[in-house]
């Protein structure tokens, strides 16, 4: 009967449990859910999201919901506009986690250091503060300033970290299978059990490699510089993991043999920041890196 009535959120809500939502957000269904809070008698959130009949707890749930997925596309000013609609009494409950650090091992889950030695943000900050990143990013190249390399480098990192590659991947999912690697190329909406829309995995990587792309081509520290390219390479190896046929097997021993096509930035990191110190460093730390070098 909802859904015959053009409403999608009291439809899915009626036959799912509320953390089906948050597996593949549809704009659609949050934005009618929204709109129901806002009814006089919302009598359907209240005994579906938890039986909290403080409706401010679940526009903010709802609100968060939307505001980690905007981001998760690429949306931060999006993001921003959304979550800022969260009382801020509620604002003041949200998670918070830490999106900006630097990472160049490859887990998804690290000892609660990462966090605790590092600012740790709500979402709503977090996406706040890619979009001051951006506009400090321009207002430095408009006086020719190189520090705008730093913060378009901050913003590939979180980037990077928030996808399904990175430790923060929750920032923008709520659900992470790690059963996933194996079946990439057939995502990036996996089949779950419990969802009317399956499970959508933040595998697209192109705005955290935009972002390093544009730190390479305005800094002028070859450190900074070798660790964008550092980062791209990890982007462009994800991507090709991400392509049919790729013959790769997670956990597999052996190093997977990129085409050339997916190794650019390691061929950029090896010829031109070879010297670099971040790059003896980390062929020393990196099996894949070492390998490539010596090809």
Not at 33 to 57: H, Q, R, V
Not at 137 to 154: E, G, H, I, T
Not at 167 to 188: E, H, I, Q
């Given at each position: 009967v909802?859904?015959r009535n053009?409403?999608?959120?009291?439809?899915?809500?009626?036959?799912?449990?509320?953390?089906?939502?948050?597996y593949?957000?549809?704009?659609?269904?949050?934005?009618?859910?929204l709109?129901?809070?806002?009814e006089?008698n919302?009598?359907?959130?209240?005994?579906?999201?938890?039986?909290?009949?403080?409706?401010n707890n679940?526009?903010?749930?709802?609100?968060?919901?939307k505001?980690?997925?905007?981001l998760?596309?690429?949306?931060?000013e999006a993001a921003v506009?959304t979550?800022?609609?969260?009382?801020?009494?509620?604002?003041?409950?949200?998670?918070?986690?830490?999106?900006f650090n630097?990472v160049m091992i490859?887990?998804v889950?690290?000892p609660?250091?990462?966090?605790?030695d590092s600012?740790?943000?709500?979402?709503?900050?977090?996406?706040?503060?890619?979009?001051?990143?951006?506009?400090?990013?321009?207002a430095?190249?408009?006086v020719?300033d190189p520090?705008?390399a730093?913060?378009?480098?901050q913003n590939g990192?979180?980037?990077?970290?928030?996808?399904?590659f990175?430790?923060?991947?929750?920032?923008?999912?709520?659900?992470r299978s790690?059963?996933?690697?194996?079946?990439?190329p057939?995502?990036?909406?996996?089949?779950?059990?419990?969802?009317?829309?399956?499970n959508?995995?933040?595998?697209?990587?192109?705005?955290?490699?935009?972002?390093?792309?544009?730190t390479?081509?305005?800094?002028n520290?070859p450190?900074?510089?070798?660790?964008?390219?550092?980062?791209?390479?990890r982007?462009?190896?994800?991507?090709?993991?991400?392509q049919?046929?790729?013959g790769?097997?997670?956990?597999?021993p052996l190093?997977?043999?990129?085409?050339?096509a997916?190794?650019?930035?390691y061929?950029?990191l090896?010829v031109?920041?070879?010297?670099?110190?971040?790059?003896?460093?980390?062929?020393?730390?990196?099996?894949?890196?070492?390998e490539?070098s010596k090809?």
């Amino acid at each position: 009967v909802y859904a015959r009535n053009e409403h999608p959120g009291k439809a899915i809500l009626a036959a799912y449990p509320p953390e089906a939502l948050g597996y593949n957000p549809d704009l659609a269904v949050l934005d009618d859910l929204l709109k129901a809070s806002e009814e006089d008698n919302p009598i359907l959130l209240e005994k579906t999201m938890g039986g909290d009949s403080n409706l401010n707890n679940v526009r903010a749930r709802l609100l968060e919901i939307k505001g980690a997925y905007l981001l998760g596309q690429g949306q931060p000013e999006a993001a921003v506009a959304t979550m800022r609609k969260i009382t801020p009494t509620e604002q003041v409950k949200m998670k918070r986690f830490s999106a900006f650090n630097e990472v160049m091992i490859e887990r998804v889950h690290f000892p609660g250091q990462i966090v605790a030695d590092s600012l740790a943000m709500t979402r709503l900050q977090i996406a706040e503060r890619i979009v001051d990143n951006d506009f400090q990013a321009k207002a430095a190249l408009a006086v020719n300033d190189p520090s705008a390399a730093r913060y378009y480098y901050q913003n590939g990192l979180a980037y990077y970290n928030m996808s399904y590659f990175g430790y923060a991947w929750n920032v923008t999912d709520f659900y992470r299978s790690g059963y996933n690697w194996l079946r990439l190329p057939l995502g990036p909406v996996f089949p779950l059990k419990g969802s009317p829309s399956g499970n959508r995995e933040n595998t697209d990587l192109s705005v955290a490699l935009d972002y390093f792309e544009k730190t390479m081509a305005v800094s002028n520290d070859p450190e900074l510089s070798a660790k964008a390219a550092f980062m791209a390479a990890r982007c462009q190896q994800k991507m090709w993991f991400l392509q049919a046929g790729n013959g790769y097997k997670f956990g597999s021993p052996l190093i997977p043999v990129l085409p050339p096509a997916y190794r650019g930035y390691y061929d950029v990191l090896q010829v031109k920041y070879g010297k670099t110190d971040f790059y003896i460093q980390m062929v020393k730390e990196c099996k894949w890196l070492g390998e490539y070098s010596k090809s």
